[in-house]
């Protein structure tokens, strides 16, 4: 039997794709631009973590599970990603694919014990592990301990392409982060991505349609560790460094504000989320002590103007989805 959908769902797809194609190339003529007017190290690092926040937005913004240690993937990733390209000789390519398996393997054992648990619980759970790997990371040999793993060399890609190069870097970590942003976007808006937004509204009227949630859940829990280890791989390439920062629980809370920021729930949210903090942070260094409380109060500011975010609040303000 031909399935037939309804007019107003089909035109709302319609429109969906048109809000997403127009924004997504403003965002490509943006990148575009930039390097020739902003530092291309800081986009670089606003690329990385974009990209993590667009990985923790996957989980939290569509299954609605609030991680608490999602610098478990990131800052794991980075060191094994360092620790390759440093010590192993690997080319960049292969470096960022061992940190983003390892990863993958750090989300299926996390998310096989997390998911068990819903709501604050799943929160502590995650949270505990990532601090426990933070201290194995503490004591570790090969992680460097409190000097982390420094002087990574970037590498050849592919052998042919110096990634030593600030503009070749910067075109490499644009290409996989867009790549990254578009198989994010097939994500949501396939029919796995449907059975995990009804998740997050319903859990149990989704059980008694005959869903596994559970497996749902793991599954989406792999895929978002593995994208954040991509970004932490790319990182610490980008740095030449692998540090407890990447593993610390205040990363966690870093790109949770990025996502809170942005728009949770929505696609370019946590990129803008992610380019505000980035900025802030290296912009307002000059103030010394004083950022944390700058931050905080711009924070607070957003939070109570902008309700649903950033893009959020665009996307209502226009009447789209973004």
Same mark, same amino acid.
């Given at each position: 039997?031909? @399935?037939?959908?309804?007019?107003?769902?089909?035109?709302?797809?319609?429109?969906?794709?048109?809000?997403?194609?127009?924004?997504? $190339?403003?965002? =490509? +003529?943006?990148?575009?631009?930039?390097?020739? #007017?902003?530092?291309?190290?800081?986009?670089?690092?606003?690329?990385?973590?974009?990209?993590?926040?667009?990985?923790?937005?996957?989980?939290?913004?569509?299954?609605?599970?609030?991680?608490?240690?999602?610098?478990?993937?990131?800052?794991? $990733?980075?060191?094994? $990603?360092?620790?390759?390209?440093?010590?192993?000789?690997?080319?960049?390519?292969?470096? !960022?694919?061992?940190?983003?398996?390892?990863?993958?393997?750090?989300?299926? !054992?996390?998310?096989?014990?997390?998911?068990?648990?819903?709501? !604050?619980?799943?929160?502590? !759970?995650?949270?505990?592990?990532?601090?426990?790997?933070?201290?194995?990371?503490?004591?570790?040999?090969f992680t460097g301990g409190e000097d982390g793993i420094q002087s990574v060399p970037?590498?050849?890609?592919?052998?042919?392409?110096?990634?030593?190069?600030?503009?070749?870097?910067?075109?490499?970590?644009?290409?996989?982060?867009?790549?990254?942003?578009?198989? *994010?976007?097939?994500? *949501?808006?396939?029919?796995?991505?449907?059975?995990?937004?009804?998740? @997050?509204?319903?859990?149990?009227?989704? *059980?008694?349609?005959?869903?596994?949630?559970?497996?749902?859940?793991?599954?989406?829990? #792999?895929?978002?560790?593995?994208?954040?280890?991509? +970004?932490?791989?790319?990182?610490?390439?980008?740095?030449?460094?692998?540090?407890?920062?990447?593993?610390?629980?205040?990363?966690?809370?870093?790109?949770?504000?990025?996502?809170?920021?942005?728009?949770?729930?929505?696609?370019?949210?946590?990129?803008?989320?992610?380019?505000?903090?980035?900025?802030?942070?290296?912009?307002?260094?000059?103030?010394?002590?004083? #950022?944390?409380?700058?931050?905080? =109060?711009?924070?607070?500011?957003?939070?109570?103007?902008?309700?649903?975010?950033?893009?959020?609040?665009?996307?209502?303000?226009?009447? #789209?989805?973004?």
């Amino acid at each position: 039997m031909e @399935r037939v959908l309804d007019p107003l769902v089909l035109q709302r797809r319609r429109e969906t794709n048109v809000s997403f194609v127009v924004g997504f $190339a403003i965002m =490509v +003529a943006l990148f575009a631009v930039l390097p020739f #007017v902003a530092y291309p190290v800081f986009l670089m690092q606003a690329l990385c973590f974009a990209l993590f926040a667009c990985a923790f937005n996957l989980l939290i913004g569509y299954v609605g599970l609030v991680s608490f240690g999602h610098a478990l993937y990131f800052g794991w $990733a980075s060191y094994l $990603a360092a620790y390759a390209a440093k010590t192993w000789h690997l080319q960049p390519e292969l470096a !960022i694919l061992t940190g983003t398996a390892t990863a993958a393997v750090l989300g299926v !054992i996390a998310g096989g014990v997390a998911i068990r648990r819903q709501g !604050i619980y799943f929160a502590m !759970i995650t949270l505990a592990l990532a601090q426990m790997m933070y201290f194995f990371a503490l004591r570790a040999p090969f992680t460097g301990g409190e000097d982390g793993i420094q002087s990574v060399p970037r590498g050849r890609l592919f052998g042919h392409f110096d990634l030593s190069n600030e503009m070749t870097m910067y075109v490499f970590i644009l290409v996989v982060v867009l790549a990254a942003f578009l198989l *994010i976007y097939r994500i *949501i808006n396939s029919p796995f991505g449907e059975v995990l937004k009804a998740i @997050r509204e319903n859990e149990q009227r989704t *059980i008694s349609l005959g869903y596994n949630t559970d497996r749902y859940k793991l599954v989406v829990f #792999v895929l978002s560790a593995t994208l954040a280890g991509l +970004a932490g791989s790319l990182k610490a390439l980008v740095f030449q460094l692998a540090s407890l920062t990447d593993v610390h629980w205040t990363m966690s809370g870093d790109v949770l504000l990025m996502t809170l920021l942005g728009g949770l729930g929505t696609v370019f949210g946590p990129v803008v989320g992610a380019f505000a903090v980035i900025a802030m942070q290296n912009y307002l260094a000059p103030f010394g002590q004083w #950022v944390l409380v700058i931050q905080g =109060v711009i924070f607070v500011v957003c939070v109570l103007v902008f309700r649903r975010g950033i893009i959020g609040e665009l996307a209502y303000f226009l009447r #789209v989805e973004l």
